[in-house]
Antibody
């Protein structure tokens, strides 16, 4: 069965960096686009970033552009989110999610359990 | 950016009743690129409906989606106890991908 397991969250000081990971199993990871979506405590869902199946295309929300970098290692079936210059407003549960397609033209059909990032001094 | 506005914010209903949730877009969305998700407390969202009206794998047929242009609807024909949750619409027609603010379906 499809599994997405996120890790790497924690408490971090403003201005510092953190890297999230999402380990995929149960499907051919290298055939699917992958997204990061976040949810601030008690709030709704906010799309963060997406990467095509082969890493050839990526896109970011304006709120994280220039600070966050999405990447993937298809040999390790793992998706990453490098988060730099973190701000208090980046505090959220970060979900990795699979795109229904190989790129970014589909809905998000499987989601990880989320990993919590808290930015606080 | 396409803004999705969901209404009502909260829907108070009893098991067995019909639920009708609305999602209105600030500009036209291709019906191929509108989805609905269900989220229960402490859980990740789950895909229910994609392409406006196609049910995702394993989703019971009491869930249905409809609409076009700027107005979309999720209908739950008869609420089961496990359906009480928050529901989000999402458009993946254009950058940036956006979600509605959610509709909470609560037990009356």
């Amino acid at each position: 069965q499809v599994q997405l397991v996120g890790s790497g969250g924690g408490v971090v000081l403003p201005g510092r960096s953190l890297r999230l990971s999402c380990a995929a199993s149960g499907f051919t990871f290298s055939s699917y686009g992958m997204h990061w979506v976040r949810q601030a405590p008690g709030k709704g869902l906010e799309w963060v970033a997406v990467m095509w199946y082969d890493g050839s295309h990526e896109s970011y929300a304006d709120s994280v552009k220039g600070r966050f970098t999405i990447s993937r290692d298809n040999s390790k079936n793992t998706l990453y989110l490098q988060m730099n210059s973190l701000r208090a407003e980046d505090t959220a549960n970060y979900y990795c999610a699979r795109d229904y397609t190989s790129s970014w033209f589909g809905p998000l059909d499987y989601w990880g359990q989320g990993t919590l990032v808290t930015v606080s001094s | 950016e396409i803004v999705l506005t969901q209404s009502p914010g909260t829907l108070s209903l009893s098991p067995g009743e019909r639920a009708t949730l609305s999602c209105r877009a600030s500009q036209s969305v291709s019906s191929s690129y509108l989805a609905w998700y269900q989220q229960k407390p402490g859980q990740a969202p789950r895909l229910l409906i994609y392409g406006t009206s196609s049910r995702a794998t394993g989703i019971p047929d009491r869930f249905s989606g409809s609409g076009s242009g700027t107005d979309f609807t999720l209908t739950i024909s008869r609420l089961e106890p496990e359906d009480f949750a928050v529901y989000y619409c999402q458009q993946y027609d254009s950058y940036p991908w956006t979600f509605g603010q959610g509709t909470k379906v609560e037990i009356k």
